[in-house]
C-alpha cells in the first residue's frame, strides 16, 4: 500500500514539474532613433512581425530554464535576449520560450537561435536569421535577406530584394521572389516559383526545381542531384549549369532566342527537342557536345556535365 501511494504520489509530482510555466513577458520599449534590432532565443518558437508603430513590444512566456530576458537599448540598437544557463540543455519534453514580438517595419532586424522556429513577415529593411535546427518562414521581406538553417528547412513567399536562402540538410521551398535570389543546400532539396531575374541554386545530393520567368541570368551546380528548370530567357540572357552526374533538364519557352552549347565528358546523354540538331560524340573517348542556335542566338545557354544526361526542351 505504502509502495503504491509513493508510486502515485511521485507520478503526480513529476506531473506538476512538468506543468510549471516560465515567466508570463509583456513589455515594450520606445524606438526612437533606433536602427537596428538583434533578437536572440536558444530553443522554442519565435514571431516577429512589422508595424507601423515607432515602438517594439514582446509578449509571450520564456523557457522554464530561462534566467530572464534582456530587453534594451543600447545607441541605435535594441536587445532582445533570452539569457539561459550556461550549458543549458532542452530535453524532449521542453518547448523553449514561445515569444511575439513586434518591431517598426523600417527596421534592420537579426535573429540567431539553435532550435528555435522563426517566423518573421512585413519587414522592409534587411533580415538576417541564423538557426541551427530551426524551421524558418518569411513572408513579405525586402532589401537585403539572409535566412540561414543547417537542418531545418525554409519556406519563404514575397520576398524582394537579394535574397539568400541557405540550408545543408532541410528543404527550402520559394514562392514569388524578385530581384536576385541565391538558393544554397547540401543535401536538401529546393523549390523555387520565382519572378527574380538573376537565380543562382547550388546543391550537393538535392534535386532542383525551379519554375521561373524573365532570366537575365541563371546559374545551376549540382553534382548527383536532379534539376529540373522552367524559364523564360530575356534577350541577351545567360544560363550556365553543370553537373557530375545529376541530370540537368531545360524547358524554354518555344521562341527562345540563343547559343546552346552542351557537353558531357564522360559518357552522358545530350538530348535536343528545340530543333533537329543532333550530338556529336568524340571520335577517341566517351565525350560529346551539341551546338546549336535558335532565333538571333541573342542569349546564351552553358551546360556541362560528366556523366548526367542533358536535356532541352519546350515548355
Not at 18 to 31: M, R, V, W
Not at 264 to 278: C, E, M, P, Q, W
Request: hydrophobic share 35%; net charge neutral; aromatic share 4%.
Amino acid at each position: 500500500m505504502r509502495i503504491s501511494q509513493w508510486i502515485i504520489s511521485l507520478v503526480f509530482t513529476g506531473f506538476a514539474m512538468q506543468s510549471i510555466a516560465g515567466e508570463k513577458i509583456n513589455k515594450s520599449l520606445p524606438a526612437d532613433g533606433v536602427s537596428n534590432i538583434t533578437i536572440e532565443n536558444l530553443s522554442g518558437e519565435v514571431k516577429i512581425v512589422g508595424w507601423d508603430k515607432e515602438e517594439v513590444s514582446v509578449k509571450g512566456e520564456l523557457d522554464d530554464k530561462a534566467k530572464g530576458l534582456i530587453f534594451e537599448q543600447t545607441g541605435s540598437t535594441i536587445t532582445v535576449k533570452v539569457k539561459m544557463p550556461r550549458n543549458s540543455y532542452s530535453g524532449w519534453n521542453d518547448r523553449g520560450s514561445e515569444l511575439t514580438i513586434k518591431i517598426p517595419e523600417n527596421l534592420r532586424m537579426k535573429f540567431t537561435g539553435v532550435s528555435s522556429d522563426v517566423s518573421v513577415k512585413n519587414l522592409l529593411k534587411s533580415t538576417e536569421i541564423k538557426t541551427v535546427s530551426g524551421k524558418i518562414t518569411a513572408t513579405a521581406l525586402n532589401e537585403y535577406i539572409e535566412l540561414a538553417t543547417v537542418s531545418g528547412s525554409i519556406h519563404s513567399q514575397d520576398l524582394s530584394g537579394k535574397v539568400q536562402l541557405v540550408s545543408v540538410s532541410g528543404d527550402i521551398t520559394d514562392v514569388d521572389s524578385t530581384g536576385r535570389l541565391q538558393l544554397k543546400s547540401v543535401s536538401g532539396s529546393i523549390e523555387s516559383k520565382s519572378m527574380a531575374n538573376e537565380v543562382l541554386a547550388n546543391t550537393v545530393s538535392g534535386d532542383i526545381d525551379l519554375n521561373l520567368t524573365g532570366i537575365d541570368e541563371l546559374t545551376i551546380s549540382t553534382v548527383s542531384g536532379d534539376t529540373i528548370s522552367r524559364l523564360s530567357l530575356n534577350e541577351n540572357g545567360l544560363v550556365k549549369l553543370s553537373s557530375v552526374i545529376g541530370d540537368l533538364d531545360m524547358y524554354f519557352q518555344s521562341d527562345v532566342q540563343a547559343n546552346f552549347r552542351l557537353n558531357a565528358s564522360a559518357g552522358g546523354d545530350l538530348i535536343n527537342k528545340l530543333t533537329s540538331a543532333k550530338a556529336k560524340h568524340a571520335k577517341y573517348g566517351p565525350s560529346s557536345k551539341l551546338y546549336f542556335e535558335t532565333g538571333n542566338g541573342n542569349g546564351s545557354v552553358r551546360t556541362s556535365t560528366v556523366s548526367g544526361t542533358i536535356k532541352i526542351l519546350s515548355k
